[in-house]
């Protein structure tokens, strides 16, 4: 059985990949997102992508290809109408805000589950008929951006600390959807997106398992709406086109099926972190007035690789089946953490030790070693390197040795189960031959170092003036 729910979950391991390689970057292309602001600010922003991702999620699990394209302009909807109403003084007090936030999204996906069920309207162009109503809808109420949210939101928005009602709002949105997937109620809808004939042969409730998933999502498109409505502090009917295709680009990244039956929260969760860390790392460089457009080029060609990705899990998972995502999550979270604490710490440690040995000719270092196991290098350029310990030479050593010999294991394990050969066969046998040229190349040179050391040394020509 674990290896089955491993094998199921291999398609987390790309989403799990990407996002260390993109925090990673990002902490060094823009230091400062390493900081209590920085993350606070980047919650903030999260958090609309994240929580319409959750909802995309929740009626794709449902299958049938149900897709809402209209959850970007449903979220503009409800920002729209909370700055119109709080500005008419009808909607003010966080209560109303919440019910009438809730409630919107609710009815909308309510309609939408009707519509499917009992007219039996292609799930894909209900959507497309939702955009377009919508975002006509969202230009009549508010015609351009602006308008005031109320004035209890004027805090939320700030992102100066990571500790914010956003991210308890966040924090209780995944927490409520963790909950979820332990009810038998889930396991009916994850049997409805796999098979509808076959679950509602096996005596599923059908319809009312597809109206709750659109319940859920509308929860959830109420939730978004009122994170982005913290966010701007104002109306904006302009967010539908933009949300709606990072919110599908960071579901499918995040590994959910869109002909339904495949999809987790973790997944959801990490495909729109991703998004938003490939829209931070791409502002950290200048395109000029082209920024907009290769931004939303770049967001294309990920939702096109995403796809692909997405018909190549199965014939990758056979053979990566042996790794498990949390493993994988957990090692790679150890490098990106290394590399944050130490993007963290270079720049105050430089300017301490540069400090410290202008005024005593030999600054302790006991502390730095107590400190992450950091030792910043100091170079008389004032930039910021990184030099080694004898005991973070010694820890890295361990760890790296402890990993190679934990795969290595694993791998024969899968290959003393398999009936062929397989790919690692081939690569450790390479590495192998690998190894021995290093070896014998340092074997050389070191052997050419020591016959020009036992040469005599060449003695002056003395030359008749």
């Not at 302009?73 to 729209?80: D, E, M």
């Not at 009438?100 to 069920?117: M, W």
């Not at 949105?173 to 509602?200: C, K, V």
């Not at 390479?430 to 021995?436: D, V």
Request: aromatic share 8%.
């Amino acid at each position: 059985m674990p290896e089955q729910k491993g094998s199921q979950n291999t398609y987390l391991l790309v989403p799990i990949l990407l996002i260390a390689v993109l925090l990673s970057t990002a902490a060094i292309r823009g230091p400062s997102l390493v900081s209590l602001a920085g993350f606070g600010s980047a919650i903030i922003v999260a958090a609309p992508l994240v929580m319409a991702t959750y909802a995309l999620m929740a009626v794709a699990v449902a299958g049938r290809g149900t897709v809402d394209l209209a959850v970007g302009p449903l979220l503009a909807f409800i920002n729209v109408s909370i700055i119109k109403l709080s500005d008419l003084g009808i909607v003010t007090s966080p209560l109303g805000v919440f019910l009438l936030a809730l409630g919107i999204g609710v009815i909308y996906q309510l309609l939408f589950a009707l519509v499917i069920i009992y007219i039996r309207v292609q799930p894909i162009i209900v959507a497309l008929s939702g955009f377009l109503a919508l975002s006509g809808i969202n230009r009549v109420i508010l015609p351009r951006p602006g308008g005031v949210a109320p004035d209890w939101m004027g805090s939320w928005g700030l992102g100066n600390t990571i500790f914010s009602p956003i991210l308890l709002i966040v924090l209780l949105a995944t927490g409520g959807w963790l909950l979820f997937t332990l009810t038998p109620f889930y396991r009916n809808l994850r049997m409805m997106g796999y098979d509808e004939r076959a679950a509602y042969a096996s005596g599923t409730r059908t319809t009312i398992t597809r109206i709750g998933a659109h319940v859920i999502s509308g929860i959830f498109v109420g939730l978004g709406a009122i994170c982005y409505t913290a966010l701007i502090a104002s109306g904006d009917p302009t967010q539908g086109t933009t949300m709606t295709l990072t919110s599908v680009t960071a579901l499918v990244l995040g590994g959910a099926s869109l002909a339904g039956g495949r999809g987790g929260v973790t997944g959801a969760l990490l495909g729109a972190l991703n998004l938003f860390l490939i829209g931070y790392v791409l502002a950290t460089f200048n395109f000029g007035a082209s920024q907009a457009f290769v931004i939303q080029l770049i967001y294309g060609l990920i939702l096109v690789l995403s796809l692909l990705l997405a018909l190549l899990v199965p014939i990758i998972g056979r053979h990566i089946s042996f790794i498990s995502p949390f493993a994988a999550f957990v090692v790679l979270g150890c490098v990106v953490i290394g590399i944050m604490l130490q993007i963290s710490n270079a720049g105050p440690h430089a300017a301490a030790t540069t400090a410290a040995a202008a005024a005593v000719p030999a600054a302790p270092t006991g502390d730095l070693i107590s400190r992450y196991l950091l030792l910043p290098g100091s170079v008389p350029t004032g930039i910021a390197t990184l030099s080694f310990s004898p005991l973070q030479k010694m820890a890295f050593g361990a760890v790296a040795a402890l990993l190679l010999l934990v795969l290595t294991f694993r791998l024969v394990v899968a290959e003393a189960r398999s009936s062929r050969l397989g790919v690692f066969v081939y690569v450790f046998v390479s590495a192998l031959i690998l190894l021995l040229f290093f070896v014998v190349a340092q074997e050389s040179h070191a052997g050419s170092q020591a016959s020009a050391a036992q040469l005599p040394a060449p003695q002056p020509v003395e030359t008749s003036p």
